[in-house]
């Protein structure tokens, strides 16, 4: 992030800003790092149809519950 970067606090629910954490850590980013990187994802989306995206957002939804049921507590 270049310094001349705006700088601003943001509230997050604990879960959240938790989630954040272990992402930025899987990915090996800073906080900040994957905050950007997931909010400029949402744009590029903008451009894929209404209708696609509701299949990858399924498909994805599965995944992750799939992967999550494989998770050891």
Do not use: C
């Not at 938790?18 to 909010?39: F, G, H, P």
């Not at 744009?43 to 399924?58: K, L, N, Q, T, Y």
Request: charged residues 35%.
């Amino acid at each position: 992030m270049a310094r001349d970067d705006i700088h601003f606090r943001l509230r997050l629910p604990e879960d959240l800003k938790s989630k954040i954490e272990d992402a930025a850590a899987q990915n090996r980013r800073t906080m900040t790092s994957e905050i950007i990187v997931r909010l400029e994802s949402t744009f590029s989306r903008e451009d894929v149809p209404a209708d696609v995206r509701g299949i990858i957002d399924e498909f994805v939804h599965q995944f992750i519950t799939s992967l999550d049921k494989r998770r050891p507590v």
